[in-house]
T-cell receptor
Framework: SAVISQKPSRDICQRGTSLTIQCQVDSQVTMMFWYRQQPGQSLTLIATANQGSEATYESGFVIDKFPISRPNLTFSTLTVSNMSPEDSSIYLC???????????FGPGTRLTVL | GENVEQHPSTLSVQEGDSAVIKCTYS??????FPWYKQELGKGPQLIID?????GEKKDQRIAVTLNKTAKHFSLHITETQPEDSAVYFCAGLTGGGNKLTFGTGTQLKVEL
């Protein structure tokens, strides 16, 4: 398995501002992903964070709104830009350990936009 | 793309009873099916998974069954305890890819 940490654990932000969420894993992993979980809903994949190259975004998510970085095999960031109340969600980082298909999730970042 | 449906959305059982949650998937190429448990305020925790070359897998009080022909898989929890109360998500991984598609979740409540 893998131990995953996220910062911040929660935040309350004003509309129009941006927040960067960090994800750190304790071992080198092949894949890192970012998910959004809206209140009371399931998980939706935002993008796959690729090391050293641009992230791969899912339909409905764009780089200008959710820029992602992955400078190395154990760290990634997700920025939620120009926030609106509709962006209030839990943002989750997950990792796949060495081509095992198995994904482990971080504790999540609970974002409230006022 | 893959579509995963999950039933029921809520499930209430008495402590000691069994609980069963069912999921169906659409993509016959899907070959990996994990189950996650999410407690309030926490991230999803992997509790069991099954691959398409296996029909059943068991881990203590938890078991998962897979019917590839019918494209459905189920989570079985026996001898339920109050600490089993949580939201459970099924998911499917499409063959050749790394993208998990999640079901809509089941809120399980184990009552004393």
């Amino acid at each position: 398995s893998a131990v995953i940490s996220q910062k911040p654990s929660r935040d309350i932000c004003q509309r129009g501002t941006s927040l960067t969420i960090q994800c750190q894993v304790d071992s080198q992993v092949t894949m890192m992903f970012w998910y959004r979980q809206q209140p009371g809903q399931s998980l939706t994949l935002i993008a796959t964070a690729n090391q050293g190259s641009e992230a791969t975004y899912e339909s409905g998510f764009v780089i200008d709104k959710f820029p992602i970085s992955r400078p190395n095999l154990t760290f990634s960031t997700l920025t939620v830009s120009n926030m609106s109340p509709e962006d209030s969600s839990i943002y989750l980082c997950s990792v796949e350990v060495v081509s095992s298909d198995t994904q482990y999730f971080g504790p999540g970042t609970r974002l409230t936009v006022l | 793309g893959e579509n995963v449906e999950q039933h029921p959305s809520t499930l209430s059982v008495q402590e000691g009873d069994s609980a069963v949650i069912k999921c169906t998937y659409s993509d016959s190429a899907s070959n990996y099916f994990p189950w996650y448990k999410q407690e309030l305020g926490k991230g999803p925790q992997l509790i069991i998974d099954i691959r398409s070359n296996v029909g059943e897998k068991k881990d203590q009080r938890i078991a998962v069954t897979l019917n590839k022909t019918a494209k459905h898989f189920s989570l079985h929890i026996t001898e339920t305890q109050p600490e089993d109360s949580a939201v459970y998500f099924c998911a499917g991984l499409t063959g050749g890819g790394n993208k998990l598609t999640f079901g809509t979740g089941t809120q399980l409540k184990v009552e004393l």
